[in-house]
């Protein structure tokens, strides 16, 4: 059962080739993961000017987060949001991904539990082999982020009393 969704922003949630937008399906896909029944926490993890400080890469980031028009499925962000500066190590180390899970409250929960998704090859074969994570690659895992909810096994929230 995945209890935590960890998902990469550049090229995967965006597309930064064309004026930071999301990529077609993503906000409809985080609502259904977020709304979900037993909806798994969701947190974004990325390699971000390493040369800044963690709080002015943060601004930076977060700026580009409301700018996508994403912020509000990360919020907190204190909580939802780690970036390369704040576990001093690049994806795919272990260490980003253990602190994104002590930043979400969830320090105790296994990688077992956890799934990646990123766009980037090398990330998904260490987070499969070295950290034993779920992970999917956009663009090769799937096309669509429509495919995403029913990947993670995300049920749709209950229409209880309809009818």
């Given at each position: 059962m995945i209890k935590v969704v960890m998902f990469?922003?550049?090229?995967?949630l965006i597309d930064e080739t064309n004026q930071l937008r999301p990529f077609p399906h993503v906000v409809e896909t985080l609502v259904k993961i977020t709304q979900a029944e037993s909806a798994p926490e969701i947190c974004l993890i990325s390699?971000?000017?390493?040369?800044l400080t963690p709080a002015e890469a943060m601004k930076?980031?977060?700026a580009i987060l409301k700018a996508t028009?994403?912020?509000?499925?990360?919020?907190?962000?204190?909580?939802?949001?780690?970036?390369s500066n704040h576990a001093a190590a690049l994806k795919p180390s272990r260490k980003i991904f253990k602190k994104a899970?002590?930043?979400l409250g969830k320090p105790t929960t296994p990688f077992k539990h956890c799934c990646f998704i990123t766009e980037n090859a090398a990330h998904i074969?260490?987070?499969?082999?070295?950290?034993?994570?779920?992970?999917?690659?956009?663009g090769v895992d799937f096309?669509?982020?429509d495919e995403?909810?029913?990947?993670?096994?995300v049920a749709s929230p209950s229409l209880g009393g309809m009818g």
């Open positions: 990469d922003l550049g090229q995967t390699d971000f000017k390493m040369d930076e980031y977060l028009g994403l912020r509000a499925f990360f919020e907190p962000v204190e909580k939802r949001v780690t970036l899970l002590e930043r074969k260490a987070a499969r082999e070295q950290l034993h994570m779920q992970a999917f690659q956009f096309a669509d982020w995403v909810p029913s990947m993670l096994g």
